[in-house]
Structure formats: C-alpha cells, structure tokens
C-alpha cells in the first residue's frame, strides 16, 4: 500500500512557475515507480513526467524542457518544477506510483493515486 499527498497547486501567470510536491509514504522510492499526470475539464487524464525506481526520467513532450520531475528519498517526496508555464498546462496534477517496473505512462498502469493539486495559468 502506498499513501500520496500532493500540495503546491495555485494560480500563476502564463509564463511563471511553480513546483508540486509528493509526500509518499508505505514504500520507499527504491522500490516504486512514480509519476505525475494531469487532467483538464472534458478531457482524458495524461501522462506528464516519471521518475523509475532507478532514478531514470521521463517526459512528455509537451512538457519536455519546461518541466522537472525530481526526488528527495530522505523526505520520500516527489517534485515537480514546472516552468515558463502555459494556459494549456491549466488542469489537476496526479502524483501516482507503482511498484517497480517497465516504464509506463498509461494510467492504468499506476496502482497509487493522490487526491491531486489544482494548477491554473491564466493568460
């Protein structure tokens, strides 16, 4: 079982920053995969960046080169930097995990979800 709490949502001007947090708690990051995924109004939840149990990242590439997945196994919290952030980034931010694994970015695949954090950029 594992237990994740996102904080850090809030409202910025296109352009600004902001970082989420992840606090996980069951398992420690050695042995799970996590990620984060988003999800607008009227559409489908989708894949945003991964961090593998090895420490390999990964994004999307609508993200790509703006945002930052990272960690901190000390505190077993997973981040977020996102940066030179759009109107389009404007949805609700899911932390997830799963036990370690092939790398995946389809929800299904993630057994843990947070409650998520509201990320709003306005223009």
């Known amino acids: 079982q594992v237990l994740l709490a996102e904080s850090g949502g809030g409202l910025r001007q296109a352009g600004g920053s902001l970082r989420l947090s992840c606090v996980a708690s069951?398992?420690?990051?050695?042995?799970?995969?996590m990620g984060w995924f988003r999800q607008a109004p009227g559409k489908e939840r989708e894949f945003v960046a991964a961090?593998?149990?090895?420490?390999?990242?990964y994004y999307a590439d609508s993200v790509k080169d703006r945002f930052t997945i990272s960690s901190d196994s000390a505190k077993n919290t997973l981040y977020l930097q996102m940066n030179s952030l759009k109107v389009e980034d404007t949805a609700v931010y899911y932390c997830a995990a799963r036990p370690r694994s092939n790398l995946s970015v389809r929800t299904n695949a993630y057994a843990y979800w947070g409650q998520g954090t509201q990320v709003t950029v306005s223009s």
């Open positions: 069951g398992r420690t990051f050695s042995n799970i995969d």
């Open positions: 961090r593998r149990w090895s420490g390999a990242t």
